[in-house]
T-cell receptor
């Protein structure tokens, strides 16, 4: 069955520092992969998605993610974190339905 | 264009009570779904629908009923609430046209507490 794993429950970074959130997927073929962000008390917002083609995907709010088949990973990156990026981040994959990871909570310290 | 709307935003129930969580979308999406979000568990699919009159179970359907009489509405019913159903519930919709895995649009959520 398809699944995604987010190994980091919580990450703290300083404002202005770079960020990488990890996501590993389990699927034999090329998966559909997504990153969502959830601000406190809000619903989920799509940051970016990967279906095929270029393995480096650009998203909104300055985020990008790289699909690495050899590592079964789809890590989310941002070169310089802003305080407003503090939120919960979910990786997801799609087969006949969406499967979400357990989320990574990001804290940004000044 | 309101997107996906959910009511109520907050609800407190006593064990055994029933209630309906409302979800509506104005994007003419065929696919609608309900998730529950619990700490450390991510989002888990409860029920989904691929069109009016068609519903199916997701990962955690027990204790919940759904129906889809119109394209726009997809209510979630708790027939006899239990404390284990304390959670945040999200409704989502997406189009089935084009690429599989089209973007899902999420509602703002309903925070339910069962005492």
């Amino acid at each position: 069955a398809q699944s995604v794993t987010q190994p980091d429950i919580h990450i703290t970074v300083s404002e202005g520092a770079s960020l990488e959130l990890r996501c590993n997927y389990s699927y034999g073929a090329t998966p559909y992969l997504f990153w969502y962000v959830q601000s406190p008390g809000q619903g989920l917002q799509l940051l970016l998605k990967y279906f095929s083609g270029d393995t480096l995907v650009q998203g909104i709010k300055g985020f990008e993610a790289e699909f690495k088949r050899s590592q079964s990973s789809f890590n989310l990156r941002k070169p310089s974190v802003h305080w407003s990026d503090a939120a919960e981040y979910f990786c997801a994959t799609y087969g006949n339905q969406f499967y979400f990871g357990t989320g990574t909570s990001l804290t940004v310290i000044p | 264009n309101a997107g996906v709307t959910q009511t109520p935003k907050f609800q407190v129930l006593k064990t055994g009570q029933s209630m309906t969580l409302q979800c509506a979308q104005d994007m003419n999406h065929e696919y609608m779904s309900w998730y529950r979000q619990d700490p450390g568990m991510g989002l888990r699919l409860i029920h989904y629908s691929v069109g009016a009159g068609i519903t199916d179970q997701g990962e955690v359907p027990n204790g919940y009923n759904v129906s889809r009489s119109t394209t726009e509405d997809f209510p979630l019913r708790l027939l006899s609430a239990a404390p284990s159903q304390t959670s945040v519930y999200f409704c989502a919709s997406r189009s089935l046209e084009g690429l599989a895995g089209n973007q899902q649009f999420f509602g703002p959520g309903t925070r339910l507490t069962v005492l």
